[in-house]
């Protein structure tokens, strides 16, 4: 997630390759434009009217749980990047996992394996609770829109079978690395059987994606840049802001989804969100959540087997 | 909208294979500044003594319906970003015509015709007030600076054809997709017989457009990139601030508008200020607004057909 | 001043064609090193004891008055990059101007010679208060580290010939389009008898230029790109902030000016800083400003000749 | 410092053609990915329980004294960037020793040989108060993980041996010009016996350095982007914030260093940080830090001598 207009930029230019003729937009006929919208499609809405416990709002936090396999996914890995990455398993998820705790706060932590292999202590730290979600972000942070689909589908696998045997549960929910599906993603998200998928953005709420018009069953948990910590965390990057006024904006998207009733989802990273200045950020964020009555934490899991029963799915 | 600095970049290129030779401007001749800078330029001031009902500033609000066009107009299309185009009408159109209709407020919207076809059911959201304009933004947001004079003129009458189709009014007023012009597009807009034009940044008041020194008849009323939501709200793009302190800057617009009896200009895009956190700075800026005295709120067409007539034109 | 990050760019490649070998500098021989730093290089502070009639503090305001010229040098203007640049004398000038004027200060606009060949009307509009200065800010804003010695030296002799006899003072300051020197530009400043220069960033007070070691004569009123307001303030650009806290910063920046018994330079633009929305961080810094004792505002003329006279020069 | 992304980009690019395969990260075996994250990793805590003196915190505060060496490196600096170089011997460090002297503050200043040559006065600057460390920050800031081993060796020896004859004591601590390793720096510290390095960032406080797994005896004091001036200060750069911004930034660093127990080592760059503007962030965090008990403040080297007695090393 650290370099996310390159990453973008890749996607495009390969998926291309694959899928409409590159020619621009304005020499497509009328059916082509619909028939590639409607690929990957969103459906029927699945907002509950109301979440468990009578709660008017559903808050899922996710932990995109990357360190080190962010530098090494390229192949090119420099020291002082891996050093950066190896504070996430070091410090940093203990200290996230802790304000969680603490507060008795569900969370879902999407992992490439690879970062579970090199740092297999994160398993403990994140099962003491009993709270929380493994859940699939790839082998080693592959750009997945990028790949040949078989080999896009072996590292899913591969992603799947290291996690169910080092967490002892098999995960029920995938999000792209990429946050981008590659014209394979959805057909390999079916195959797998997984529950739901969380990497789109069409609406604030739980939906059922569509493929070429038809539904799949599958729920997609959508999530979006604007919650998201890291594209504004990076005095390297190209935009910043100071964590105190992200966490302005997230405390905006969670009172309007709080005054519509539908869910406030929020990404973070253990090895961004878990340096101390921007700690600060997350804690100033349960602590304004929990200030309201009616609210429900939950798992992804928790959140899809829930609307996906009330929507008699 | 959303890669402003890349479109700008194409477009400067493109037209320059056209127009004036690619040497530096210390090479050209006084004669040739004079004829380049005069080929389209800014003629008398349209600013009306007051507004109607008399009022001392006009308010108009733009919302540019982009949409997955964006994404689609250059060819390569993913799946992501679709997702964040739908995201334009399936929920933030109505979050924002709701405020605005809940407000009693005007506004006008420039939808690529494309934008409408994927999701017709925007047309009856907008129109439900009565009081909203639809306007021409092209085909697919296609970049209109780069095309050959007759693939542009084309374009421009296909999204007239579509929209006064679907939405059962023939459009007046016209935006380039690009916020741009080619040398080809006053042509077409006077051939295609629009009221007004609102694309270029000359002033801050209502001006009639000269072509090569002489009077076309035609309203620019124009826009800036200070008055434009896209530029600093995308967390991945270059710039960034954070919403609410945009809304100061649109604040600190309009107060001097309204000190010095002018115009107030503002252009969104459903699917970027739709956002939940983003909506406050709208929100924001028309309390302000409406905290004052003496303002009019107009679409564009009414502007301009007032306008036009207190010039005696 | 749009894109001042590409433009070192294009200046470092092109300066190095002509002088120091590419080579990195790990393989440059200390002689080397020290021959190439001091080849232009800041000599004996010129900061007086104190400003004309004892104050404390020398506040200088400059305004680069660019307007179409940034899009008309490179050759490849687009119509609407052009009506940006009509901004600043249709609209941004004038509100400059009377800015300082109802504030009876002093200020020095540095124009280049196209600039006010197309808008003629700027000289009157700056005249006017009998307070302002006119100073070199090369022929249509070329880019001066990129150009043949002769080339350069000969646009510096049109824009001054164009400047005397369309305002009718010969102009004694020069200011360096790129804000950066080509081996040739500490020459040409001398042979065309300036006074001072005003592109350089080695102080925060004026000091006197060496060339190889030796004394100059030459008056360098320094500038800095934390004191200009281009770089922050498109919101197309890459950093950003938004206008009251940039003022914020250059309160800060004449606090300690001020604490410290200095100078104040500070770089606008009309068509930057003519903006309403930006007009108010010079409004805040000269209110700021106001409620101190002991300031003296200058032209960069009176600044420059007052302290060559304080160090017998 | 001051194109941090591209110089991260050169050295990955450099670095890969040394040491793995530039295939994918996907493409490698387990083995490989544990061979490449062990070749330096950080070993076991350097954590003491408290800090000299029953202190509950360790502030650490350095400054990389770059000054013209940014511009030289490359071998193709202008006289613009050359002057902003200047700025830092001629103005800044004074203004930074200044404020540490009259505080009773220790820093540490890693100076490019180069740096000290062009502006030897600087030695008695720093001198003056007897507090302060010199420490080795390459010859000329070159980018040493782009550089073939021999030449990079060649240079770090250089640096001590200048830094010895020009301060009179042997340095003891080492950072890399590039914050980052090339796959032959850990063995150049290691031949050259320095105390401790400075450039990693696998945690927020000391460790000892792996080396293939095996202890190195070098005692790592952690750096981070979030803990230096440069990435955000510059308003030509990417990121941007104010500095009285990136101070609160700062401060919640350091309250929870405070709070953990463990300790704050920030980055500062006198010709960065020794502006009017910037000086103020420094300011508000000495204020802050001195606000309260318990908190020791010492040089890298004292730093380092401590917890490695601490830590029976």
């Known amino acids: 997630m650290r370099r996310p207009l390159l990453l973008l930029a890749l996607a495009a230019s390969t998926a291309s390759a694959q899928t409409p003729p590159v020619k621009p937009g304005w020499q497509w006929s009328t059916d082509t434009v619909m028939k590639v919208v409607n690929?990957?499609?969103?459906?029927r809405s699945l907002a509950p009217k109301q979440w468990p416990g009578g709660a008017r709002v559903g808050v899922l936090l996710s932990f995109d749980v990357d360190n080190e396999t962010v530098q090494l996914r390229f192949g090119e890995p420099t020291v002082g990047a891996l050093s950066q990455g190896q504070y996430g398993s070091r410090v940093a998820l203990k200290r996230v996992v802790d304000l969680l705790d603490r507060n008795r706060i569900p969370a879902s932590f999407f992992i490439p394996a690879v970062s579970l292999m090199i740092a297999p202590q994160q398993v403990d730290i994140i099962k003491k609770s009993g709270r929380h979600e493994f859940a699939v972000h790839g082998w080693i942070h592959e750009m997945n829109t990028?790949?040949?689909?078989?080999?896009?589908r072996d590292l899913v696998k591969r992603a799947i079978d290291t996690l169910t045997s080092m967490t002892g549960t098999r995960?029920?929910?995938y999000r792209a690395p990429s946050w981008n599906f590659s014209p394979n993603t959805l057909n390999i998200v079916r195959e797998m059987g997984f529950l739901y998928e969380s990497s789109l953005m069409a609406d604030d709420s739980p939906y059922e994606l569509l493929q070429n018009g038809q539904p799949t069953g599958?729920?997609?948990l959508p999530v979006e840049w604007i919650l998201d910590d890291a594209p504004l965390f990076s005095p390297q990057g190209n935009a910043y802001?100071?964590?105190r006024?992200?966490?302005?904006v997230w405390m905006d998207e969670f009172d309007r989804a709080y005054a519509e009733g539908t869910m406030f989802l929020l990404t973070m990273h253990p090895h961004v969100s878990g340096h101390r200045s921007r700690?600060?950020?997350?804690e100033m964020l349960i602590a304004h959540i929990k200030s309201k009555p009616g609210v429900w934490w939950g798992t992804?899991?928790?959140?899809?087997e829930y609307v996906k029963k009330q929507a008699g799915m």
Chains 1, 2, 3, 4 share one sequence.
Do not use: K, M, S, Y
């Open 245 to 248: 006024d992200v966490a302005r």
């Open 146 to 152: 990028t790949l040949p689909g078989p080999v896009e």
């Open 300 to 304: 992804h899991r928790a959140a899809a």
């Open 39 to 43: 690929a990957v499609r969103a459906g």
């Open 241 to 243: 802001a100071n964590p």
């Open 171 to 173: 995960p029920v929910g």
């Open 218 to 220: 599958i729920v997609e």
């Open 279 to 282: 700690i600060v950020a997350l």
